[in-house]
């Protein structure tokens, strides 16, 4: 490891001992001394250790006594109950509600806690600049020519060596590109189901898999789902041979941000293969984590091919450039097939784009840095919650990726809280809108991609103000 990076290495280590909860609340820190010559790391090194603890508000310093763990905020807060929505399959989606939200997405005069997307200053945008000058450059015809149906193969080949951090095996040539990772989840559909299946998938869960999935004719069965450890799999045994596929967002899910255990992800692989049952998994967080290490995913243990695993790099690098891709296992002929029909290539010119940056070695540390802002990012948000939000606030507690799920009293009606908020140039996700069924109707999504700034601290402070004093509803 380049020792410029090595405070880092050392700061994940300590922060992965104080979230396990080794080091407790009031533990002493080792001195900037003692962690040099443990490390044999220089002062400077040393110190830029606990400044980063410090940042993530892990650890807080006390004069002539030095570090000490410090209370994590989000321990201060509970964690919202698994969910239960109704084991009938649904279609009522909440269109009007979903339609407001979403009209709000690029509007520069709000602020955005409703967009699930990392801001720009999160993003590498003058390497992206020169990745995509230099494609037009190097590509055929400037990058006008149609590549082959399956997609750029430089960047098939990157993705296939990078499945080597979750434990997976691919060849460049198991992977197929598509037009974002909506896109990839929409062929993934199309390639397993036909109208009138049953679809099983997490409550909560993304909108836009619930409305593609209606667009489809498909009926949706969600599923109790856990906000730590994600989908229940006493539940998905329950209902297994009422349905006829399953979507997952095993690592890192929106809005509550859970992470199946390994043990989980393996159990339900096998659960799936026995029945026949397809099961799409969208990786399109796991990138994002904020432990030591990158999570594994559901096709890690796929020894029957039966998992369509779909991302992007919509969340971690360019969400214009619509580049996503899926390994579909042995849907594989299917998926060309559909790709050749409705779109019968990707876009050129960005596929390259990002093809170069990853061959450049320049996305891991992008990386890197990204998934330390949006962890401290998530500390803040929890810290101002406590400050300014009613005491029996719940928030979920993400161990990675680009969302916190909140979840006020049923008092409170964040349909109404939404109206009000945008009143005060304030975008949020109201609950309703992940779901196809009448729930969560209290709780509230809200990005972790919007950097703190005394800005937004402050519109958090003003939502605290709408939620006790503006925003009662009748109770449910």
């Given at each position: 490891?380049?020792?410029?990076f090595?405070y880092?290495d050392?700061?994940?280590?300590?922060?992965?001992?104080?979230?396990?909860?080794?080091?407790?609340p009031?533990d002493?820190?080792?001195?900037?001394?003692?962690?040099?010559?443990?490390?044999g790391?220089g002062?400077n090194?040393a110190?830029?250790?606990?400044?980063e603890?410090?940042?993530q508000?892990l650890i807080?310093s006390?004069?002539q006594?030095?570090?000490?763990?410090s209370?994590?905020?989000?321990q201060?807060?509970?964690?919202?109950?698994?969910?239960?929505?109704?084991?009938?399959?649904?279609l009522?989606a909440?269109?009007?509600?979903f339609?407001?939200?979403y009209a709000?997405?690029?509007r520069?005069n709000?602020?955005?806690?409703?967009?699930?997307?990392?801001?720009s200053s999160?993003?590498?945008?003058?390497?992206?600049?020169?990745?995509?000058?230099?494609a037009?450059r190097d590509?055929?015809?400037?990058?006008?020519e149609?590549?082959?149906?399956?997609?750029?193969?430089?960047?098939r080949?990157?993705?296939?060596?990078r499945?080597?951090n979750?434990?997976g095996?691919l060849?460049?040539s198991?992977?197929?590109?598509?037009?974002?990772g909506?896109?990839?989840l929409?062929f993934?559909?199309?390639?397993?189901?036909?109208?009138?299946?049953t679809?099983a998938?997490?409550?909560?869960?993304?909108?836009?898999s619930?409305?593609l999935?209606?667009?489809?004719?498909l009926?949706?069965?969600?599923l109790?789902t856990?906000?730590?450890t994600?989908?229940e799999?006493?539940?998905?045994k329950?209902?297994?041979?009422k349905i006829?596929?399953?979507l997952?967002?095993?690592?890192?899910?929106?809005p509550?941000?859970?992470?199946?255990?390994?043990?989980h992800?393996?159990?339900?692989?096998?659960?799936?293969?026995?029945?026949?049952?397809?099961?799409?998994?969208?990786?399109?967080?796991?990138?994002?984590?904020?432990g030591?290490?990158r999570?594994?995913?559901?096709?890690?243990?796929?020894?029957?091919?039966?998992?369509?695993?779909?991302?992007?790099?919509?969340?971690?690098l360019?969400?214009?450039?619509?580049?996503g891709?899926?390994?579909?296992?042995?849907?594989?002929?299917?998926?060309l097939?559909?790709?050749?029909?409705?779109?019968i290539?990707?876009?050129?010119?960005?596929?390259?784009?990002?093809?170069?940056?990853?061959q450049?070695?320049?996305?891991?540390?992008?990386?890197?840095?990204m998934?330390t802002?949006?962890?401290?990012?998530?500390?803040?948000y929890?810290?101002?919650?406590g400050?300014y939000?009613?005491?029996d606030?719940k928030?979920s507690?993400?161990?990675?990726g680009?969302?916190?799920?909140v979840?006020?009293n049923?008092?409170?009606?964040?349909g109404?809280?939404f109206?009000?908020?945008?009143k005060q140039?304030i975008?949020?996700?109201p609950?309703r809108i992940?779901?196809l069924?009448?729930?969560?109707?209290?709780?509230?999504r809200l990005?972790?991609?919007?950097?703190?700034?005394?800005?937004?601290?402050q519109?958090?402070?003003?939502?605290?103000r709408?939620?006790?004093?503006?925003?009662?509803?009748?109770?449910r």
């Amino acid at each position: 490891m380049k020792r410029d990076f090595l405070y880092i290495d050392i700061s994940n280590k300590l922060a992965a001992l104080i979230r396990d909860k080794v080091l407790q609340p009031g533990d002493r820190l080792p001195s900037v001394r003692m962690l040099c010559q443990e490390h044999g790391i220089g002062m400077n090194t040393a110190k830029r250790v606990f400044l980063e603890l410090e940042a993530q508000s892990l650890i807080e310093s006390k004069p002539q006594a030095g570090y000490f763990v410090s209370q994590l905020p989000y321990q201060r807060l509970p964690l919202p109950a698994t969910s239960s929505p109704s084991a009938v399959g649904s279609l009522a989606a909440p269109v009007e509600l979903f339609s407001r939200v979403y009209a709000t997405r690029g509007r520069k005069n709000l602020t955005l806690f409703s967009m699930g997307v990392p801001s720009s200053s999160l993003l590498p945008l003058a390497m992206l600049n020169k990745a995509i000058v230099q494609a037009t450059r190097d590509l055929p015809g400037g990058g006008t020519e149609y590549e082959p149906t399956q997609g750029n193969e430089s960047l098939r080949r990157m993705i296939a060596l990078r499945a080597i951090n979750w434990g997976g095996k691919l060849r460049e040539s198991d992977v197929i590109t598509t037009a974002g990772g909506m896109n990839a989840l929409a062929f993934s559909l199309m390639a397993v189901t036909k109208p009138g299946d049953t679809l099983a998938i997490e409550s909560p869960c993304y909108p836009g898999s619930l409305q593609l999935a209606i667009s489809l004719g498909l009926k949706v069965l969600e599923l109790p789902t856990h906000p730590s450890t994600g989908v229940e799999i006493e539940a998905l045994k329950k209902v297994i041979r009422k349905i006829d596929c399953c979507l997952l967002v095993p690592n890192f899910n929106t809005p509550l941000g859970s992470c199946m255990p390994d043990a989980h992800k393996q159990e339900v692989v096998n659960l799936l293969a026995q029945q026949d049952i397809p099961l799409i998994e969208d990786d399109i967080y796991g990138d994002l984590y904020f432990g030591a290490q990158r999570p594994k995913c559901c096709k890690t243990y796929d020894a029957a091919d039966n998992v369509l695993l779909c991302s992007s790099f919509s969340k971690t690098l360019a969400p214009g450039y619509r580049v996503g891709w899926v390994a579909p296992g042995r849907y594989k002929d299917r998926l060309l097939t559909l790709k050749y029909a409705h779109a019968i290539s990707s876009s050129t010119i960005t596929q390259a784009a990002v093809a170069s940056f990853l061959q450049s070695g320049r996305y891991d540390l992008h990386l890197r840095k990204m998934r330390t802002t949006l962890q401290q990012n998530y500390l803040q948000y929890v810290q101002a919650i406590g400050d300014y939000f009613p005491a029996d606030t719940k928030v979920s507690r993400p161990q990675g990726g680009l969302a916190m799920w909140v979840e006020f009293n049923r008092q409170v009606d964040t349909g109404g809280l939404f109206d009000a908020a945008l009143k005060q140039k304030i975008s949020i996700s109201p609950g309703r809108i992940f779901t196809l069924q009448d729930q969560f109707n209290h709780c509230m999504r809200l990005s972790l991609g919007l950097v703190i700034t005394p800005e937004v601290r402050q519109k958090l402070k003003v939502l605290g103000r709408l939620v006790k004093n503006e925003i009662p509803g009748p109770a449910r």
